[in-house]
């Protein structure tokens, strides 16, 4: 079988599952924003206003670099812990109709980008009104055409891990709790309230020698949220090209992700119907 001729029901799915979350909401798609914007109101005057001489994070752009950096990691975050439980929520359905069963991840991981699409635009036209009034040449906008390469690149990563992590679940149901946990995690541990710390500050710590700072610093950047993130800052942030390295990393820390978690999706596939 093959999911292109399954486009039907992937649209159907991914309706379905916008439609549930919001039915019977007074402010609908409004919710989306609600839960990112409470974060950073939250998180702005904590590190932005509160503690800015000891974290170093105030200044004009600051807000800018902490809501890219929420918007940017409630997608990847939203994408996998939506997708992990999708195929044992399908229970019913994977006994009795014939689909491709990686159609249930990649619903749950394109609704999310439905809502970040709207989020982006947001960001967007936020971030021109900033840049405008210093640069207005549309020339000088040319780098926002990096964004569909940067989403495509965000998508593959959240779609690798959610491929794997629903796997997984069906095997072991604590998957999904441990999701949820390591999600928290790995929020402190990338890049979303700071700008991407260098070598020199890892070494700056009393508690890590020279040695093991470069250990922790690569480690780190093995990150692809980190790269991700980091293109999203240049392009919106800074009106330029993002790195190069970033876009190399995020491609090949996704596209090793992404081939991990398809190939152990289709070996475990025809097992599904009987495990849940």
Same mark, same amino acid.
């Given at each position: 079988?093959? *999911? #292109?001729?399954?486009?039907?029901? @992937?649209? !159907?799915?991914?309706?379905?599952? /916008?439609?549930?979350?919001?039915? !019977? %909401?007074? $402010?609908?798609?409004?919710?989306?924003?609600?839960?990112?914007?409470?974060?950073?109101?939250? +998180?702005?005057?904590?590190?932005? =206003?509160?503690?800015?001489?000891?974290?170093?994070?105030?200044?004009?752009?600051?807000?800018?670099?902490?809501?890219?950096? /929420?918007?940017?990691?409630?997608?990847?975050?939203?994408?996998?812990?939506?997708?992990?439980?999708? *195929?044992?929520?399908?229970?019913?359905?994977?006994?009795?109709?014939?689909?491709?069963? *990686?159609?249930?991840?990649?619903?749950?991981?394109?609704?999310?980008? =439905?809502? #970040? @699409?709207?989020?982006?635009?947001?960001?967007?036209?936020?971030?021109?009104?900033?840049?405008?009034?210093?640069?207005?040449?549309? $020339?000088?906008? /040319?780098?926002?055409? +990096?964004?569909?390469?940067?989403? #495509?690149?965000?998508?593959?990563?959240?779609?690798?891990?959610?491929?794997?992590?629903?796997?997984?679940?069906?095997?072991?149901? &604590?998957?999904?709790?441990?999701?949820?946990?390591?999600?928290?995690?790995?929020?402190?541990?990338?890049?979303?309230?700071?700008?991407?710390?260098?070598?020199?500050?890892?070494?700056?710590?009393?508690? /890590?020698?020279?040695?093991?700072?470069?250990?922790?610093?690569?480690?780190?950047?093995?990150?692809?949220? %980190?790269?991700?993130?980091?293109?999203?800052?240049?392009?919106?942030? &800074?009106?330029?090209?993002?790195?190069?390295?970033?876009?190399?990393?995020?491609?090949?820390?996704? $596209?090793?992700?992404?081939?991990?978690?398809?190939?152990?999706?289709?070996?475990?596939?025809?097992?599904?119907?009987?495990?849940?």
């Amino acid at each position: 079988m093959k *999911i #292109f001729e399954y486009t039907e029901l @992937l649209k !159907n799915l991914i309706l379905r599952d /916008l439609r549930l979350r919001y039915r !019977n %909401t007074g $402010l609908g798609f409004l919710w989306s924003l609600v839960q990112p914007l409470t974060m950073f109101f939250v +998180y702005y005057a904590v590190f932005g =206003v509160l503690l800015t001489d000891k974290f170093g994070m105030g200044g004009t752009t600051y807000p800018f670099l902490l809501i890219i950096g /929420l918007f940017a990691f409630n997608f990847f975050s939203g994408g996998v812990t939506k997708s992990t439980p999708s *195929i044992v929520q399908a229970g019913g359905l994977l006994k009795q109709v014939a689909f491709p069963r *990686i159609v249930l991840p990649l619903a749950s991981v394109l609704a999310e980008a =439905v809502h #970040f @699409l709207m989020m982006l635009v947001i960001l967007i036209l936020a971030c021109l009104l900033k840049w405008w009034p210093d640069h207005g040449s549309f $020339l000088e906008l /040319l780098p926002i055409l +990096y964004l569909p390469v940067i989403l #495509f690149l965000h998508l593959m990563i959240t779609l690798g891990v959610g491929l794997l992590l629903s796997t997984m679940n069906v095997f072991y149901r &604590d998957t999904e709790q441990l999701a949820n946990t390591f999600m928290t995690v790995l929020f402190f541990g990338t890049p979303v309230l700071y700008a991407p710390p260098t070598l020199e500050k890892f070494q700056s710590l009393n508690f /890590l020698n020279e040695k093991s700072a470069e250990i922790i610093h690569q480690i780190y950047y093995l990150n692809p949220m %980190t790269h991700v993130i980091k293109s999203y800052r240049d392009v919106l942030l &800074d009106l330029s090209s993002p790195d190069f390295m970033s876009l190399a990393m995020a491609f090949g820390l996704g $596209l090793l992700l992404l081939a991990w978690g398809y190939c152990v999706f289709m070996k475990s596939e025809s097992r599904f119907a009987e495990e849940v």
